[in-house]
């Protein structure tokens, strides 16, 4: 079984400053993916970024990067710039290489503020 | 584009009348998700098909049921609403094992369900 946990239930940061989102996670498996999804809100939940357990390298994806600390089970989201657009709940998740589904953390609420 | 749609965004039954949330998928993905997201809560999956494959998650209620009758189309029925099964039901696909599309989890915009 998986867990993933997500300490922050509410982060906040100032427009075009840096903020990092933290996620723990526990897995068995040696072959497994991360993920955080963005879900505004109203609107449809959106992959932001995604690492694979076997690469060193972290993610990076324009503004979004990843921390990806494998031995200590840490994968945390660095946004960078951020934007009002930014402004919604992120999840962190997992999945196992033999399973189909995703393990969700509880969720960050971010707020921009302008 | 390709997409996930959900059918209707909103959703509105009585207690205990049955209510069926469409979903379709011009992905051609053969993964389909339905979760159950309660305010300020991660999804919980509820089952998934891989093509005609269903699989239930352990702790889905038996109120809660699925059909898929093509690639393109997946349903779930609640039997018999409850209040406490007023959430968003959302959908998603993913592609099949080894495809580039097999990692990533898309979304469907969600069908708000409430129950009165």
């Known amino acids: 079984a998986q867990t993933v946990t997500q300490s922050q239930p509410e982060m906040s940061v100032q427009e075009a400053e840096t903020v990092t989102l933290s996620c723990t996670y526990d897995?068995?498996?040696?072959?497994?993916?991360l993920f955080w999804y963005k879900q505004p809100p109203s609107r449809q939940m959106i992959l932001v970024i995604r690492q694979e357990a076997y690469k060193q390298q972290n993610a990076t994806e324009n503004r979004f990067s990843v921390n990806f600390q494998k031995a200590a089970k840490s994968f945390s989201l660095k946004i960078s710039d951020s934007q009002l657009g930014d402004a919604a709940m992120y999840f962190c998740?997992?999945?196992?290489?033999?399973?189909?589904?995703?393990?969700f953390g509880s969720g960050t609420q971010l707020t921009v503020l302008p | 584009d390709a997409m996930v749609i959900q059918n209707p965004r909103y959703q509105v039954t009585q207690f205990g009348k049955p209510v069926t949330l469409s979903c379709s998928q011009t992905?051609?993905?053969?993964?389909m998700y339905w979760y159950q997201q309660k305010s300020s809560q991660a999804p919980k999956l509820l089952f998934h098909?891989?093509?005609?494959?269903?699989?239930n998650e352990a702790d889905t209620p038996d109120n809660f049921q699925s059909r898929r009758p093509n690639t393109s189309f997946c349903f779930l029925d609640i039997r018999s609403p409850g209040l406490g099964d007023a959430a968003m039901y959302l959908c998603?696909?993913?592609?099949?094992?080894?495809?580039?599309?097999?990692?990533?989890?898309?979304f469907g915009p969600g069908t708000r369900l409430t129950v009165l």
């Open positions: 998603a696909t993913s592609g099949s094992l080894g495809g580039p599309s097999y990692n990533e989890q898309f």
């Open positions: 998740a997992c999945r196992s290489g033999s399973a189909r589904q995703l393990t």
């Open positions: 992905l051609n993905h053969n993964v």
């Open positions: 098909y891989y093509d005609k494959d269903f699989n």
């Open positions: 897995t068995s498996e040696s072959d497994y993916y």
